[in-house]
């Protein structure tokens, strides 16, 4: 074999190692891109496919029917229009859910069922889970409320502003610790932290859009659910 002369296995060699190192560039690439959209955080991920509710009165009809099957105790509100974008339409008063929720006024029936599913469904497990208790009572700071997104004059409204949200804020005991998203959630105990991200990524797989205290400083201190078109959990 001539000095110059290529070794066709030795070739062939190298064209696949080139091949396999453009592939992890790329796969590299995508992740990277990936990651940027998502703002570089593992957290900040969409919801599992979670669609808005419609607002229609058959789907109405059929929220009523899924909280009763749930077990939960509500009054009808009537349809409010305050002219100015906000409202309050296909809206509950929710009563029992089988955990009192402090400070809920006006929410939408959509809304209203996937915070029943997730107090009867999620909260109570990772409480036995983290916390070796149970949860006799969740705080929140409401549900509607007329107002711009984080109370800021000129931004577009909040899903507040259409008893589309909720927020909350803490979580008593029956041991009476009290467990808040203000205190506790970079606080110095390991389970209440691990407890308050359960109920967080159980809520992501229930509501539209989950707002904690990893995705900005207006939410500190409390978790925001709502049923909007964000599909966002963070």
């Known amino acids: 074999m001539r000095r110059n002369a290529v070794n ?71 349809d409010k229009d305050y002219h100015n974008g906000c409202s309050a339409t296909h809206a509950l008063k929710l009563v029992a859910i089988g955990i009192p929720v402090t400070n809920l006024g006006a929410v939408k029936c959509g809304t209203a069922l996937a915070l029943t599913q997730w ?9 036995h889970d983290r916390l070796g208790g149970y949860v006799v009572k969740i705080e929140s700071f409401g549900s509607f409320a007329c107002r711009p997104i984080n109370g800021i004059a000129g931004n577009k409204l909040s899903e507040h502003a259409q ?47 989950v707002l904690s205290p990893d995705y900005n400083a207006y939410h500190h201190d409390h978790l925001h659910f709502d049923m909007g078109k964000g599909h966002l959990c963070r």
């Not at 592939?23 to 959209?37: C, F, P």
């Not at 998502?38 to 669609?51: N, Q, V």
């Not at 107090?119 to 409480?127: E, F, K, L, R, Y």
């Open 119 to 127: 107090v009867t469904q999620a909260v109570q497990s990772a409480a």
């Open 8 to 78: 066709p296995l030795a070739a062939g060699c190298v064209a696949v190692h080139h091949c396999r190192m453009k592939v992890r560039g790329i796969v590299a690439m995508a992740l990277a891109l990936l990651l940027a959209a998502c703002g570089g955080s593992p957290h900040r991920r969409p919801a599992l496919g979670i669609a808005p509710p419609e607002d229609t009165p058959a789907a109405f009809r059929k929220c009523q029917f899924d909280m009763s099957a749930l077990g939960a105790k509500y009054q009808i509100l009537p």
């Open 163 to 209: 008893a589309n949200a909720v927020d909350i804020a803490g979580f008593v005991l029956a041991d009476g610790r009290r467990i808040t998203i203000a205190k506790d959630w970079n606080g110095p105990d390991a389970d209440s932290r691990a407890f308050l991200r359960q109920v967080r990524d159980a809520a992501c797989r229930r509501f539209v859009t």
